[in-house]
């Protein structure tokens, strides 16, 4: 069968929005920017440009996590041969103090598995404020048709 030659391998991609939003706050320009503004204007005046800071970082870290996942998944699945997201979990089920924010499953060909392994090391050292988790293999359950 074409399920002989293939490992199913899980991916889990978890985040701490704090942690996210303060990599965002370092390096992004207009955000650097806004928050001189704050520290300019008096209390009142300040309340407004509070509240546009608070939208543009939660826009800006809810991008860059979708960029992430994306990349993520798109890459990981160039080395397999099928690939499929699951249902993301809530923490009450993970038991993890952070969010989860991609749930896949990838079935890779034995001898693709050394190629998965190596994108996958690439991809946690490029988003290392992201925890990463891989298992397997299991048997390629997820990609069986009935």
Do not use: H
């Given at each position: ?81 099928e690939k499929t997201e699951k249902r993301v979990l ?57």
């Amino acid at each position: 069968t074409k399920f002989s030659s293939r490992q199913e391998w899980g991916v889990k991609i978890y985040t701490d929005t704090n942690i996210a939003r303060q990599e965002i706050r370092k390096t992004d320009d207009e955000i650097k920017k806004l928050e001189q503004e704050i520290l300019l204007k008096s209390k009142g005046a300040s309340f407004f440009v509070e509240k546009k800071l608070e939208d543009i970082l939660v826009s800006k870290t809810e991008g860059k996590t979708n960029q992430a996942i994306a990349e993520i998944f798109e890459t990981l699945g160039q080395q397999a041969e099928e690939k499929t997201e699951k249902r993301v979990l809530g923490r009450q089920l993970t038991g993890k103090g952070t969010d989860m924010i991609l749930n896949a499953v990838f079935s890779v060909k034995k001898d693709r598995i050394n190629d998965f392994m190596e994108a996958f090391k690439k991809l946690n050292e490029k988003f290392k404020y992201y925890e990463c988790d891989l298992t397997g293999p299991w048997p390629p359950y997820n990609f069986v048709k009935f």
